[in-house]
């Protein structure tokens, strides 16, 4: 009977060694825990009780290519990386930049999006064009993020308004209680051009170069499973078409 089991117990190991690491992870059956912020449109949000967006049909469409099981961990951006470093989280899609800094403490996918940060103001200013001109503004940026970063060390005498939620930075806006809002391109153009249109405008980047990864524990058996998976769906159309979907255009 223990030589039985012995060697049911080596088949079933030979054959999780010989499987990729997402199909032997999927024979385990895994539930894979993948963080997102929901309040990142047009990456990730809800609509009628589901959750959409560029960054979550991007995930689903790896999962269907590595065949990984997984659910949606919603929370706060700046909760993120921390869940990641105590193995809480398997993954995380939330319009991550991609950071030497992070990488010290987690591991990155390859990039999936380049974006970069813009300047949003309300429709009757038109004294901010440029990062030069937020000296001495009040500026509504998101806590945790490269903008942060970006914004203490290019211009130190802007007074930044701290929020966990992007949308609580644009009602500010609305409500003049700040001159701007920083944050990434995409989401920014974003809601000028729907929740905010004819109220805000985007007056220019002051940021390009960044971009987008997904992000993993250090030394996750995940991440070449995933690029794997995001070359394959680059390579079949797939990603070309989730592109088109959320953003009107083909990748560059």
């Known amino acids: 009977m223990f030589n039985k089991k012995m060697k049911t117990l080596m088949a079933g190991l030979a054959l999780a060694l010989a499987l990729p690491a997402g199909q032997a992870l999927a024979q385990q059956g895994k539930e894979l825990v993948v963080a997102t912020d929901t309040a990142f449109v047009p990456f990730e949000f809800k609509q009628n009780g589901k959750y959409t967006g560029f960054d979550i049909d991007l995930w689903d469409a790896i999962a269907k290519k590595a065949n990984l099981n997984y659910r949606f961990q919603p929370m706060d951006f700046n909760g993120i990386i921390p869940g990641l470093q105590t193995r809480n989280l398997d993954a995380a899609l939330a319009g991550i930049t ?43 940026v998101k806590i945790g993020t490269a903008t942060v970063d970006f ?49 805000v405008k985007v007056t220019g980047a002051v940021k390009s170069g960044d971009f987008y990864g997904i992000a ?17 769906i680059r390579a079949d159309g797939t990603y070309d078409k989730i592109y088109q979907k959320w953003f009107g255009k083909q990748p560059d």
């Open 151 to 199: 914004m203490q060390r290019s211009v130190p005498t802007a007074k930044l308004k701290l929020f966990p939620n992007i949308d609580n930075a644009f009602l500010e806006l609305a409500t003049g209680r700040v001159d701007a809002v920083v944050h990434d391109t995409p989401n920014v153009q974003y809601y000028a051009q729907t929740g905010g249109k004819d109220r």
């Open 98 to 140: 991609i950071r030497d800094d992070r990488k010290q403490v987690i591991d990155f996918s390859d990039p999936y999006y380049e974006s970069g940060l813009a300047i949003l103001v309300n429709t009757d200013n038109s004294a901010i064009k440029s990062a030069s001109d937020l000296e001495g503004k009040t500026v509504a």
């Open 216 to 232: 993993f524990p250090k030394d996750s058996e995940l991440v070449p499973v995933v690029n794997q998976a995001l070359k394959d």
